[in-house]
Protein backbone atom coordinates (compact mmCIF):
# COMPACT_ATOMS: atom_id res chain seq x y z
CA UNK A 1 0.00 0.00 0.00
CA UNK A 2 1.12 3.53 -0.75
CA UNK A 3 0.39 6.34 1.81
CA UNK A 4 0.34 9.80 2.36
CA UNK A 5 1.25 11.28 5.45
CA UNK A 6 1.21 14.42 6.20
CA UNK A 7 3.26 16.30 8.96
CA UNK A 8 5.49 13.09 8.82
CA UNK A 9 8.18 14.86 10.71
CA UNK A 10 6.20 15.82 13.65
CA UNK A 11 6.40 13.58 17.34
CA UNK A 12 3.28 11.50 16.07
CA UNK A 13 3.96 11.72 12.41
CA UNK A 14 7.25 10.26 12.52
CA UNK A 15 6.52 7.40 14.78
CA UNK A 16 3.98 6.76 12.59
CA UNK A 17 6.01 6.85 9.61
CA UNK A 18 8.62 4.28 10.92
CA UNK A 19 6.02 1.84 11.91
CA UNK A 20 4.13 2.45 8.35
CA UNK A 21 7.79 0.92 6.73
CA UNK A 22 8.21 -1.72 9.20
CA UNK A 23 5.24 -3.19 7.62
CA UNK A 24 5.66 -3.03 4.29
CA UNK A 25 4.15 0.01 3.17
CA UNK A 26 5.26 2.78 0.60
CA UNK A 27 5.53 6.04 2.28
CA UNK A 28 5.41 9.51 1.15
CA UNK A 29 5.53 12.93 3.91
CA UNK A 30 4.78 15.89 3.10
CA UNK A 31 5.92 18.34 5.86
CA UNK A 32 7.70 22.31 5.23
CA UNK A 33 10.62 20.56 7.45
CA UNK A 34 12.80 17.31 6.14
CA UNK A 35 12.22 14.24 7.66
CA UNK A 36 15.35 12.86 9.70
CA UNK A 37 15.73 9.83 8.16
CA UNK A 38 15.57 7.70 4.84
CA UNK A 39 14.31 4.20 3.75
CA UNK A 40 14.19 2.93 0.61
CA UNK A 41 10.35 3.31 0.56
CA UNK A 42 10.15 7.09 1.46
CA UNK A 43 10.02 9.56 -0.54
CA UNK A 44 9.53 13.03 0.98
CA UNK A 45 8.04 16.56 -0.53
CA UNK A 46 9.10 19.79 1.19
CA UNK A 47 5.33 21.55 0.94
CA UNK A 48 2.84 22.73 2.75
CA UNK A 49 -0.73 21.78 3.24
CA UNK A 50 -2.27 25.02 1.87
CA UNK A 51 -0.72 24.21 -1.42
CA UNK A 52 -1.86 21.93 -4.47
CA UNK A 53 -1.45 17.90 -3.39
CA UNK A 54 -3.34 16.76 -5.91
CA UNK A 55 0.06 15.39 -8.23
CA UNK A 56 1.53 14.11 -4.53
CA UNK A 57 -2.38 11.87 -4.05
CA UNK A 58 -1.98 10.92 -7.86
CA UNK A 59 -0.74 7.45 -6.40
CA UNK A 60 -1.71 7.09 -2.97
CA UNK A 61 -4.18 4.37 -1.51
CA UNK A 62 -4.84 6.81 1.66
CA UNK A 63 -3.74 9.75 3.84
CA UNK A 64 -3.04 10.15 7.19
CA UNK A 65 -3.58 13.60 7.74
CA UNK A 66 -1.56 15.11 11.11
CA UNK A 67 -0.23 18.74 9.80
CA UNK A 68 -1.32 21.45 11.80
CA UNK A 69 -0.68 24.13 14.37
CA UNK A 70 -0.17 22.00 17.52
CA UNK A 71 -1.00 23.36 21.28
CA UNK A 72 -3.32 26.12 22.99
CA UNK A 73 -0.28 27.92 24.09
CA UNK A 74 1.00 28.11 20.65
CA UNK A 75 -2.37 28.65 19.04
CA UNK A 76 -3.01 31.63 21.30
CA UNK A 77 0.39 33.09 20.31
CA UNK A 78 -0.16 32.64 16.35
CA UNK A 79 -4.38 32.48 15.68
CA UNK A 80 -4.54 33.24 12.37
CA UNK A 81 -1.85 30.81 11.23
CA UNK A 82 -3.54 28.20 13.39
CA UNK A 83 -7.13 28.68 11.93
CA UNK A 84 -5.29 28.72 8.28
CA UNK A 85 -3.84 25.84 8.58
CA UNK A 86 -6.05 23.70 10.69
CA UNK A 87 -9.13 24.41 8.71
CA UNK A 88 -8.22 25.74 5.35
CA UNK A 89 -5.15 22.93 5.13
CA UNK A 90 -7.53 20.26 6.17
CA UNK A 91 -10.08 21.04 3.51
CA UNK A 92 -7.05 21.57 1.23
CA UNK A 93 -6.12 17.89 1.84
CA UNK A 94 -10.33 16.66 1.14
CA UNK A 95 -10.05 18.78 -1.95
CA UNK A 96 -6.86 17.73 -3.36
CA UNK A 97 -8.01 13.70 -2.94
CA UNK A 98 -11.16 14.12 -4.61
CA UNK A 99 -10.99 12.53 -7.68
CA UNK A 100 -8.00 10.49 -6.85
CA UNK A 101 -6.79 7.27 -5.91
CA UNK A 102 -7.19 7.63 -2.16
CA UNK A 103 -9.88 5.55 -0.82
CA UNK A 104 -9.68 6.42 2.99
CA UNK A 105 -8.50 9.77 4.95
CA UNK A 106 -7.46 9.51 8.80
CA UNK A 107 -7.16 13.30 10.26
CA UNK A 108 -5.70 13.80 13.83
CA UNK A 109 -8.14 15.43 15.31
CA UNK A 110 -7.86 16.66 19.09
CA UNK A 111 -10.02 16.36 22.82
CA UNK A 112 -9.54 19.98 22.68
CA UNK A 113 -13.20 19.88 20.40
CA UNK A 114 -14.96 18.94 23.77
CA UNK A 115 -14.15 21.89 25.71
CA UNK A 116 -15.23 21.44 29.37
CA UNK A 117 -16.91 18.36 29.48
CA UNK A 118 -20.87 18.34 30.28
CA UNK A 119 -20.62 14.63 30.80
CA UNK A 120 -18.38 11.67 32.15
CA UNK A 121 -17.12 9.67 30.88
CA UNK A 122 -17.00 11.62 27.05
CA UNK A 123 -18.32 10.09 24.37
CA UNK A 124 -17.93 10.70 20.79
CA UNK A 125 -21.39 12.39 20.81
CA UNK A 126 -21.17 14.45 23.38
CA UNK A 127 -21.09 17.98 23.21
CA UNK A 128 -18.66 19.99 21.83
CA UNK A 129 -17.70 23.37 23.75
CA UNK A 130 -13.63 24.29 22.73
CA UNK A 131 -12.15 26.95 25.05
CA UNK A 132 -9.14 27.67 22.65
CA UNK A 133 -8.41 28.40 19.29
CA UNK A 134 -6.59 25.42 18.88
CA UNK A 135 -10.19 23.80 19.82
CA UNK A 136 -12.19 25.32 17.65
CA UNK A 137 -9.76 24.96 14.80
CA UNK A 138 -9.86 20.88 14.99
CA UNK A 139 -13.64 20.70 14.98
CA UNK A 140 -14.07 23.04 12.70
CA UNK A 141 -12.30 20.84 10.24
CA UNK A 142 -13.97 18.02 11.29
CA UNK A 143 -17.41 19.64 10.27
CA UNK A 144 -15.99 20.03 6.82
CA UNK A 145 -14.82 16.43 7.41
CA UNK A 146 -18.49 15.39 7.80
CA UNK A 147 -19.61 17.51 5.23
CA UNK A 148 -16.93 15.91 2.40
CA UNK A 149 -18.38 12.79 3.87
CA UNK A 150 -22.26 13.56 2.88
CA UNK A 151 -21.52 15.85 -0.35
CA UNK A 152 -18.85 13.61 -2.12
CA UNK A 153 -18.70 10.10 -0.34
CA UNK A 154 -15.46 10.36 0.60
CA UNK A 155 -14.18 8.07 3.51
CA UNK A 156 -12.63 10.20 6.26
CA UNK A 157 -12.22 9.10 10.45
CA UNK A 158 -11.38 11.76 12.55
CA UNK A 159 -9.66 10.81 15.60
CA UNK A 160 -9.63 12.74 18.89
CA UNK A 161 -6.19 12.09 20.47
CA UNK A 162 -6.47 12.43 24.45
CA UNK A 163 -2.98 14.00 25.46
CA UNK A 164 -0.55 11.59 24.02
CA UNK A 165 2.99 11.60 24.96
CA UNK A 166 6.65 9.33 25.04
CA UNK A 167 10.20 8.97 23.81
CA UNK A 168 10.78 11.66 21.71
CA UNK A 169 8.55 14.30 22.27
CA UNK A 170 9.49 17.97 22.58
CA UNK A 171 9.27 20.21 25.25
CA UNK A 172 5.56 22.31 24.33
CA UNK A 173 4.17 19.42 26.69
CA UNK A 174 3.11 19.10 30.21
CA UNK A 175 4.38 15.27 30.60
CA UNK A 176 8.33 16.44 28.73
CA UNK A 177 8.36 19.80 30.74
CA UNK A 178 7.56 18.18 34.25
CA UNK A 179 10.64 15.09 33.19
CA UNK A 180 13.02 18.15 32.22
CA UNK A 181 12.52 20.57 35.23
CA UNK A 182 13.10 16.77 37.12
CA UNK A 183 16.25 15.99 35.23
CA UNK A 184 17.45 19.38 36.20
CA UNK A 185 16.96 18.93 39.77
CA UNK A 186 13.76 21.95 39.34
CA UNK A 187 10.29 21.67 40.87
CA UNK A 188 7.84 20.74 38.68
CA UNK A 189 5.67 23.41 38.27
CA UNK A 190 1.71 22.56 38.69
CA UNK A 191 -1.31 25.37 38.30
CA UNK A 192 -3.88 25.93 41.26
CA UNK A 193 -4.09 23.11 43.31
CA UNK A 194 -3.05 20.69 40.65
CA UNK A 195 -6.23 18.77 40.86
CA UNK A 196 -6.82 18.43 37.27
CA UNK A 197 -7.54 14.97 35.45
CA UNK A 198 -6.05 13.67 32.56
CA UNK A 199 -5.86 10.31 30.52
CA UNK A 200 -2.16 10.14 29.20
CA UNK A 201 -1.79 8.31 26.12
CA UNK A 202 1.65 6.21 25.35
CA UNK A 203 2.42 6.97 21.29
CA UNK A 204 2.58 3.08 20.80
CA UNK A 205 -0.99 3.19 21.99
CA UNK A 206 -1.93 6.16 19.64
CA UNK A 207 -0.64 4.24 16.79
CA UNK A 208 -2.41 1.39 17.01
CA UNK A 209 -5.62 3.16 17.58
CA UNK A 210 -4.97 4.89 14.24
CA UNK A 211 -4.20 1.96 12.23
CA UNK A 212 -7.13 0.33 13.59
CA UNK A 213 -9.06 3.12 12.29
CA UNK A 214 -7.58 2.57 9.66
CA UNK A 215 -8.13 -0.95 9.36
CA UNK A 216 -11.90 -0.99 10.89
CA UNK A 217 -13.34 2.47 11.27
CA UNK A 218 -16.95 2.95 9.94
CA UNK A 219 -17.26 5.54 7.17
CA UNK A 220 -17.48 9.13 8.44
CA UNK A 221 -16.98 8.23 12.08
CA UNK A 222 -15.37 9.79 14.80
CA UNK A 223 -13.21 7.93 17.84
CA UNK A 224 -11.73 8.73 20.77
CA UNK A 225 -8.61 7.82 21.12
CA UNK A 226 -6.88 7.44 24.78
CA UNK A 227 -6.20 5.32 28.10
CA UNK A 228 -8.63 5.68 30.55
CA UNK A 229 -5.65 5.54 33.02
CA UNK A 230 -6.92 8.66 34.86
CA UNK A 231 -4.25 11.30 36.71
CA UNK A 232 -3.85 14.70 38.33
CA UNK A 233 -1.48 17.14 37.49
CA UNK A 234 0.16 16.71 41.27
CA UNK A 235 0.16 13.46 40.41
CA UNK A 236 1.46 13.17 37.60
CA UNK A 237 4.55 15.41 39.25
CA UNK A 238 5.29 13.18 42.10
CA UNK A 239 4.78 9.97 39.70
CA UNK A 240 8.10 11.32 37.58
CA UNK A 241 9.85 12.85 41.10
CA UNK A 242 9.18 9.51 42.11
CA UNK A 243 10.67 7.55 39.48
CA UNK A 244 13.88 10.07 38.94
CA UNK A 245 14.47 8.87 42.50
CA UNK A 246 14.81 12.53 43.55
CA UNK A 247 14.12 14.34 46.63
CA UNK A 248 12.12 17.10 45.12
CA UNK A 249 8.61 17.86 45.63
CA UNK A 250 6.13 19.91 43.03
CA UNK A 251 5.77 23.61 42.86
CA UNK A 252 2.40 25.21 43.20
CA UNK A 253 1.96 28.17 41.43
CA UNK A 254 -1.55 29.92 41.46
CA UNK A 255 -3.44 30.81 37.91
CA UNK A 256 -3.11 33.65 36.98
CA UNK A 257 -3.15 36.23 33.63
CA UNK A 258 0.68 36.05 33.48
CA UNK A 259 0.92 31.92 34.09
CA UNK A 260 -2.71 30.05 33.31
CA UNK A 261 -6.35 31.70 33.11
CA UNK A 262 -8.28 29.35 35.07
CA UNK A 263 -11.60 30.06 33.19
CA UNK A 264 -9.14 28.15 30.50
CA UNK A 265 -8.52 25.05 32.61
CA UNK A 266 -10.15 21.91 31.95
CA UNK A 267 -10.52 20.35 35.23
CA UNK A 268 -11.55 16.90 34.25
CA UNK A 269 -11.06 15.06 30.82
CA UNK A 270 -11.63 11.38 31.28
CA UNK A 271 -13.39 9.76 27.87
CA UNK A 272 -14.93 6.65 27.10
CA UNK A 273 -13.28 4.20 24.49
CA UNK A 274 -15.78 1.70 24.09
CA UNK A 275 -16.54 2.79 20.55
CA UNK A 276 -12.69 1.81 19.40
CA UNK A 277 -12.54 -0.72 21.91
CA UNK A 278 -15.78 -2.68 19.53
CA UNK A 279 -13.60 -2.44 16.92
CA UNK A 280 -10.94 -4.89 18.98
CA UNK A 281 -8.39 -2.42 19.94
CA UNK A 282 -7.66 -1.46 23.49
CA UNK A 283 -4.59 0.44 25.50
CA UNK A 284 -1.20 -2.02 26.32
CA UNK A 285 0.56 0.64 28.08
CA UNK A 286 -0.85 1.82 31.74
CA UNK A 287 0.04 5.34 32.86
CA UNK A 288 3.43 4.18 35.86
CA UNK A 289 4.74 2.06 33.08
CA UNK A 290 4.36 4.71 30.35
CA UNK A 291 6.28 7.35 32.81
CA UNK A 292 9.04 4.91 33.86
CA UNK A 293 9.98 4.34 30.39
CA UNK A 294 9.40 7.98 28.93
CA UNK A 295 11.38 9.02 31.87
CA UNK A 296 14.61 6.48 31.45
CA UNK A 297 14.19 7.63 27.70
CA UNK A 298 14.81 11.53 28.54
CA UNK A 299 17.61 10.84 30.94
CA UNK A 300 19.71 9.19 28.15
CA UNK A 301 18.68 11.56 25.35
CA UNK A 302 18.64 14.81 27.23
CA UNK A 303 20.57 17.41 24.94
CA UNK A 304 20.14 15.47 22.04
CA UNK A 305 18.18 17.95 20.20
CA UNK A 306 18.19 15.79 16.73
CA UNK A 307 15.89 12.95 18.41
CA UNK A 308 13.00 15.58 19.54
CA UNK A 309 10.18 16.24 17.63
CA UNK A 310 7.11 18.99 17.60
Request: proline residues 5%.
Amino acid sequence: MKILVTGGNGFIGHTLVRHLLNEGNEVKVIDIKPIKFSHPHLEFVKKSVLEDLRWEMRDCDMVYHLAAELGVVNSDKKPLMTLGVNIDGTVNVFRCALGTNVKKIVYTSSSEVYGEPREIPIKEDSPKSPVSIYGVSKLTAEMYAYGYVKEYGMDINPVRLFNVYGPGQGFEWVMPIFMQKVLGNKQPEVFGDGSQVRCFTYISDILGGIETVRKKGGKGEAYNISNIDQISMKELAESIIKVSGKNISPKIVPFGAETRKKEREIMKRIPSIDKLKSLGWKPQIGIQEGIRKTFEWYKENMGKEELFYE
